[in-house]
């Protein structure tokens, strides 16, 4: 079992920026693939970056490529995810994710153990 848990979100005006952090406990942190995901009102909770168990590799979608940037500490169990430039769009409510793989994914089925979520409410 994992628990993790967000934080970080928040009001901000859009060219604003914002770190968000998920803190892992539980089971081994390194032993995992972490990922970060969001859900818009009256939209399905999508991709939005993943970072391989060292940190090594990691994917991003299209829409915040240039933008966003994940990084894990795995000495302080938590994954981060730096957000710069942010659109109105950007707003959701972020979610952090845990897979028990070698391999980033994309879809959400694959990740076993998900956060509570932290708003991030981008005005413009």
């Known amino acids: 079992q994992v628990h993790l848990v967000e934080s970080g979100g928040g009001l901000v005006q859009a060219g604003g920026s914002l770190r968000l952090s998920c803190a892992a406990s539980?089971?081994?942190?390194?032993?995992?693939?972490m990922g970060w995901f969001r859900q818009a009102p009256g939209k399905e909770r999508e991709f939005v970056t993943a970072?391989?168990?060292?940190?090594?590799?990691?994917d991003y979608a299209d829409s915040v490529k240039g933008r966003f940037t994940i990084s894990r500490d795995n000495a302080k169990n938590t994954v981060y995810l730096q957000m710069n430039s942010l659109k109105s769009e950007d707003t959701a409510v972020y979610y952090c994710?845990?897979?028990?793989?070698?391999?980033?994914?994309?879809?959400?089925?694959?990740?076993?153990?998900w956060g509570q979520g932290t708003q991030v409410t981008v005005s413009s």
């Open positions: 994710a845990a897979r028990g793989s070698w391999f980033i994914s994309t879809r959400t089925l694959e990740y076993e153990y």
């Open positions: 539980g089971r081994t942190f390194s032993y995992y693939v």
């Open positions: 970072i391989s168990r060292s940190g090594a590799s990691t």
